[in-house]
């Protein structure tokens, strides 16, 4: 049974996800201190938390009409969002809160960082920081259908939106098994709403790191810790969606969902590292021509087996 | 010690670096970066992100308030930097890293970048499908990351696409002393260099042009492993040592699908119109899109590794190419490659200027020969 409101889940879901959220930043440093032929040391796959002190100290920055408050606004929304839609996520047998429609609130969150990173691209007053910007919404129209119909397939096949019901729908079998393609597709979104590795596009190093490059100090670090909070938030998500949440034989429910979010986050952060950055120009034909039309189907299948009986 | 100390301190642990490369400072550009990847210290791709600024190569009157806008733009704390030869980056990166620990702090009133009056204001013109959009004047370089250090090309974007570019004027340099180039020049002027030794900097030409491309297509990763091949290789690592992992990164990086779907079309150039350009490398012989170009680098890299231990025979500078094409003081390779990129970038967008800069990747430092050639002539 899942116990939802306990009120010490409040603060324990943000510090959770911060854990996931700095185990994959660590994991990322230390495959790419092997890549570079660096010594792998524990304390070494640590430093990019260094970011913290160095957005202590910084001077403020500031840029000749710039749109500071939309700025501002942009650069918080990111890692607020990521941190708020792990509210509907259960972890083991507890989740914050058990909403009806807590698919939605997951996909309403992660929608809000569209509004975020433009924000952030436009707040500057900066060629390659707007460009950043659209970048970020052309990429947004070619992850979004298809992602939108992964989550409606999970939706679907446990016939309702509450993210508990979905994970206690899955009786040992899990929907990643009978629903590989959605599996994905979630997958991949969640790299595209990180806007990290392959869908770095957003912040690109041809244009000068995109909406990351005129932000300083905190706003720096809250837009970079933004994008692995999500990535931690998504991974997390992918275990309730499609890997039958705490569900295990052995282990207690909250080991369970601790272990299948490591592996969902692990494999994601491996993957970063394996393809060039997904241009939207050529992801968008991708992506409405294959994915979306082969998402529907997918929803297809839960539907028909669920009118079946 | 208070917490602002520690927390100073602690930050200066680690610092990014904003590495700006004058022209002529390849060799020192090569140490640096070599320097950065074997420490873990970031590069920056803005002045917004970085710690420390290093100057990279020799001193360039023509462009010297670059570095001064960048270094206003950045936030404390922070030290500038300066290296003028390879030996000294490593002392230099050492110094700015304990200068970084102890430097002057707090209260700090907020930077204000760009008193220079910022970018201009965009003004409306017809579009690509005869809207009418605001244009944007825009320079690209000369201390763009990962670009040829020095190149400037004016462009009029609208919304991402280019509408217009441009040649910027070359920069008045010192003496010009192209890396890349080096044992041809030593050829032509009737010094004996050995075969090896040519091939050695070939491959690591096309490896560091590789690098850049693999960083612009944003596939990080493969540009840290092409830049440490190329880094052994110009250590003078043996052929058994890297011909293997090169052919890795071939595999990797040639057969790759997934680049080879976001990169074919762009910047189209057949041989017949390289050869009428007066365009003669790899560029030339690939004929064809960005993918034909990096797998001719590839194709070429792999086949100069294989004579690392021919020392016997000497370099014949008109039958090998350079790097870039065929070697000639008076119109250099890097002269005709940079001359047909407003050709090749107008009606791309943004990021598919950057591949094709890249997958050209002229050497700036090139042309500089010709001017001082004429300049004494």
Wanted: proline residues 8%; positive net charge.
């Amino acid at each position: 049974m899942v116990d939802a409101g306990k009120w010490w889940t409040l603060p324990v879901a943000p510090a959770l996800l911060l854990g996931f959220a700095v185990l994959a930043v660590a994991g990322k440093t230390a495959l790419d201190d092997r890549g570079a032929g660096r010594s792998v040391t524990p304390v070494g796959v640590l430093r990019p938390l260094l970011a913290v002190p160095r957005a202590l100290v910084a001077q403020p920055r500031r840029l000749p009409a710039s749109d500071r408050l939309l700025w501002r606004l942009g650069v918080v929304t990111v890692p607020v969002a990521a941190v708020l839609s792990t509210l509907v996520i259960p972890f083991g047998n507890h989740v914050v809160a058990d909403l009806s429609v807590g698919v939605v609130w997951f996909n309403a969150m992660e929608v809000l960082t569209w509004a975020g990173l433009w924000l952030a691209g436009w707040g500057p007053n900066a060629a390659f920081s707007l460009v950043g910007g659209y970048r970020f919404l052309a990429q947004g129209l070619a992850y979004e259908l298809p992602l939108m119909f992964a989550l409606i397939s999970a939706a679907t096949g446990a016939q309702s939106l509450r993210v508990t019901d979905i994970a206690g729908a899955q009786h040992g079998l899990w929907y990643a098994v009978w629903m590989p393609f959605a599996f994905a597709v979630h997958l991949t979104g969640v790299l595209a709403f990180s806007f990290l590795g392959p869908f770095a596009y957003p912040a690109g190093r041809d244009i000068a790191d995109g909406v990351l490059g005129e932000t300083s100090g905190v706003d720096r670090l809250l837009l970079r810790a933004g994008r692995w909070l999500w990535l931690a938030a998504g991974a997390a998500m992918a275990v309730p969606l499609f890997l039958g949440g705490g569900a295990g034989p052995g282990l207690p429910a909250w080991a369970w969902s601790l272990v299948k979010t490591v592996l969902v986050l692990g494999l994601l952060v491996w993957v970063l590292r394996r393809l060039p950055a997904l241009r939207a120009d050529r992801y968008v034909e991708l992506a409405w021509v294959v994915l979306l039309p082969a998402a529907i189907v997918q929803v297809l299948v839960p539907a028909l087996v669920d009118l079946g009986p | 010690m208070g917490l602002t100390d520690f927390l100073v301190r602690a930050a200066a642990r680690r610092p990014s670096v904003l590495l700006v490369t004058m022209p002529g400072g390849t060799p020192v550009r090569l140490a640096a970066e070599r320097e950065l990847r074997c420490r873990g210290w970031a590069e920056a791709s803005t002045p917004a992100g970085a710690d420390l600024l290093l100057v990279a190569g020799p001193d360039c009157p023509a462009l010297r308030s670059g570095p001064d806008r960048l270094w206003d733009d950045m936030s404390r704390p922070r030290v500038r930097l300066r290296a003028e030869t390879a030996e000294a980056v490593a002392p230099v990166l050492d110094e700015g890293r304990a200068r970084l620990g102890e430097t002057e702090r707090g209260p700090y009133g907020a930077v204000d970048p760009r008193g220079h009056g910022g970018p201009p204001m965009a003004g409306p013109g017809e579009d690509r499908d005869g809207l009418t959009l605001d244009r944007l004047h825009l320079s690209l370089g000369p201390f763009l990351a990962d670009w040829p250090a020095g190149l400037v090309v004016r462009v009029v974007l609208q919304g991402d696409v280019i509408r217009r570019a441009r040649l910027g004027e070359p920069y008045e340099t010192g003496p010009a002393d192209p890396f890349w180039s080096r044992p041809w020049i030593r050829a032509s002027a009737g010094e004996p260099v050995p075969v090896a030794e040519a091939a050695r900097r070939r491959a690591a030409a096309h490896l560091d042009s590789l690098g850049r491309l693999s960083a612009v297509a944003g596939w990080p990763a493969e540009a840290v492993a092409a830049r440490r091949l190329r880094d052994d290789l110009l250590e003078g690592a043996p052929a058994d040592a890297v011909l293997p992992r090169t052919m890795r990164l071939a595999r990797r990086v040639g057969r790759s699908r997934s680049l080879y779907r976001l990169t074919w079309g762009i910047g189209p150039l057949t041989a017949a119109d390289a050869h009428a350009a007066g365009v003669s490398g790899p560029a030339a012989r690939a004929g064809g899109d960005v993918p034909a170009r990096y797998r001719q680098w590839l194709s070429d890299t792999l086949d100069d590794m294989r004579r690392l231990d021919d020392t016997t025979t000497l370099l014949d500078p008109v039958a090998e190419e350079s790097p870039r094409g065929r070697w000639d003081t008076q119109r250099p390779p890097s002269a005709a490659l940079a001359g047909l990129l407003p050709r090749l970038l107008e009606g791309t967008e943004l990021a598919a200027a950057r591949l094709v800069v890249a997958s050209l990747d002229p050497d700036p430092d090139e042309p500089a020969v010709r001017r001082q050639e004429v300049a004494r002539g």
